[in-house]
């Protein structure tokens, strides 16, 4: 019993030093979600000296415990919002939502009137043809064909 | 239904059409101001108002209007920038005095950085720092380090597309300076 009070308050006293020591966000995940402001690609994919400098940047901050959310907040703070690989929500970064959803759903209207128009089209050509009347030869012959092709 | 199809196939091929001139007007108005300096035109300078590197302060290029002003493009990361910015602090030290401003302005930086780069080379002039990289675009900058000499009536004289030279920057100070 002494051993498992003495292992609970053990765990008790050094758990929040480990859980402050883990890194609360990782390298590879803010790298995905921030831009190199000089070449215009995503900081993991870029090794130019600016990218070097935001990564150092990022990484002292994670050793300082900051979050990625904060992190995030002083890097728009230092370079707008061009920094983030997402485009924002509100204001105008809105206008990058709006006008791809817009467009997209302009391409289905017309793809699907041109699917329907397309599909019309065989039926009223069908429907344009006149009828033919049969002499009594040729309907003999018709009849003569299909029994044959009963058979 | 035909001719609603058309009418809609005109809107997108126009909307297009919109799309592709606004992409190459814009590219075409980015280097507008850099060519115009180049060619001697002397267009006016664009405007530059930015909070200031270090402090609350703001660096207002249009409160310098009446004297002869070198506008620095640069950022900390930047190696050319580095083997300018001792001679850039020493033709502040022989210029100032003669009336000539200097500004730089910090653009696609770590503020920290940016800051740390100014005290090591003991550029002891107005830096501001271009947050979102819009006046970097406005004057046509592409690469650091990029400088202009504007003169007294707020025109651009000239542009130096990558480090200055000490004799090149006195020769387009004077040139500034002459009626």
Known sequence: MRRVVLALALLVAFAPAGIAAEPRFTMNEIEREVMCPVCGTRLDLSHVPAANQIRDFIAAKQAEGWT???????????????????????????????????????????????????????????????????????????????????? | MG????????????????VLVAAVERSRSKDAFVRQVAAGALPPAPPLDLPALAGDGRVD?????????????????????????????????????????????NSNDVVDNARAFVSRFALDYAHGHDVDGRAKERWGVTGFP??????????AVTWFPGPIDADGLRAAVAKAAAP
């Open chain 2, 61 to 105: 290029l249009a409160s310098m209007r009446g004297s002869i002003v070198v506008v620095n493009f640069w950022a900390s990361w930047c190696v050319p920038c580095e083997d300018e910015a001792p001679l850039l602090a020493r033709l502040a030290d022989e210029l100032e005095p003669q009336g000539v401003r200097f500004v730089g302005v």
């Open chain 2, 3 to 18: 001719r609603l199809l058309r009418i809609g196939g005109v809107i997108v091929l126009l909307a297009f059409g919109v």
């Open chain 1, 68 to 151: 990625k959310a904060e992190v995030k907040e002083a890097l728009v703070a230092q370079f707008g919002e061009r920094i983030l690989a997402s485009t924002p929500t509100s204001g105008s970064g809105l206008i990058a939502w709006i006008v791809p959803a817009a467009v997209g759903a302009g391409g289905i209207v017309v793809a699907v009137g041109l699917v329907l128009a397309w599909r019309r089209r065989p039926g009223e050509r069908v429907a344009a043809v006149p009828p033919v009347a049969l002499d009594s030869e040729a309907a003999r012959k018709v009849e003569a064909a299909l029994r044959d092709y009963d058979a």
């Open chain 2, 146 to 155: 990029e400088s202009f000499v504007i003169d007294a009536e707020g025109r």
